[in-house]
């Protein structure tokens, strides 16, 4: 599943649209997400405007233009929204395409093979009214995360770490896998409850954050999941990962044997050692 660090990675990749004039917009008319279609009528709003820039909020991608709209893209589990001339095959799985004017034609396209991802027009200026943008909390890579924001938020809360770092309207952007990764860093044990966190924790966190997510845009994402960025190059982060998909190897700080536990139906990664409860 793309992480906040592989969407961030597909936002740099897609910088060459900007400038281009969307000259067509095409859809497969299959559901993506909770089986809604693409909205066809209002992917058209956005034929003739120029593409300004490619922004990111946690996991969701905005391409904003020149007209009233932006276009809203969630890769959900198997998405890629990727570049391609418009003379290339289309892959399969290919749900949404837009045409790109230049001298020569480019095609936007956005494949998902599963389906779980969410391609959406929202008005620019009115994004927080959108249901999935509105519940996002500020971003994990800008959005000034820091001890103190995280211990006000963790504050009477009942759910364990592990939730608490994966709730998108606490930290937006978080995935499994830097969640785990994270709470290895600031060691703090996945199932301690929110509430107890300390404030030394809570600064340890949030540095482990920036970090966590900083080493895997430094490595180009991670391939877990077969990711590949925009321009098709493959990631390579999941050889610098800590703990997660590593049970039974030694945890890289103590030695001890790293555990495996799943958590709200979510593979966890830990050690057991040197992450406290
Ligand atoms: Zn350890």
Redesign the pocket.
């Known amino acids: 599943m793309p992480e906040l660090p592989e969407v961030e990675t597909i936002r740099r990749t897609l910088a060459p649209a900007v400038g281009a004039r969307i000259t067509s917009a095409w859809t497969s008319g299959m559901g993506l997400h909770m089986n809604r279609r693409p909205p066809r009528a209002k992917l058209q709003k956005l034929v003739g405007t120029t593409i300004t820039g490619v922004r990111r909020h946690g996991k969701y991608l905005l391409i904003d233009t020149d007209g009233p709209y932006a276009l809203l893209a969630h890769m959900g589990m198997t998405g890629r929204l990727r570049l391609h001339a418009a003379r290339e095959a289309r892959a399969p799985h290919t749900h949404v395409v837009f045409g790109l004017s230049g001298r020569s034609p480019r095609e936007l396209r956005y494949s998902d093979p599963r389906r779980f991802g969410q391609i959406d027009v929202v008005e620019r200026g009115k994004e927080r009214e959108h249901p999935a943008l509105g519940a996002l909390g500020p971003d994990a890579l800008e959005g000034n995360i820091d001890g103190d924001v995280l211990y006000a938020a963790s504050r009477k809360r009942k759910q364990t770490m592990k939730a608490f770092v994966l709730d998108q309207s606490v930290i937006a952007g978080m995935g499994n896998i830097y969640a785990s990764e994270a709470l290895?860093r600031a060691?703090v044990r996945p199932t301690k409850r929110a509430r107890l966190l300390t404030r030394a924790q809570a600064t340890a966190l949030a540095d482990a954050i920036h970090e966590v997510i900083a080493k895997s845009l430094d490595n180009g994402g991670t391939t877990l999941a077969d990711f590949v960025a925009a321009d098709g190059a493959v990631g390579e982060n999941a050889d610098h990962l800590w703990v997660y998909d590593r049970a039974g190897q030694?945890?890289?700080?103590?030695?001890?044997i790293?555990k495996r536990a799943v958590h709200q139906g979510r593979a966890t990664y830990y050690?057991?050692?040197?992450?406290t409860a």
């Open positions: 290895w060691q030694p945890c890289p700080r103590c030695e001890a790293i050690c057991p050692t040197c992450q």
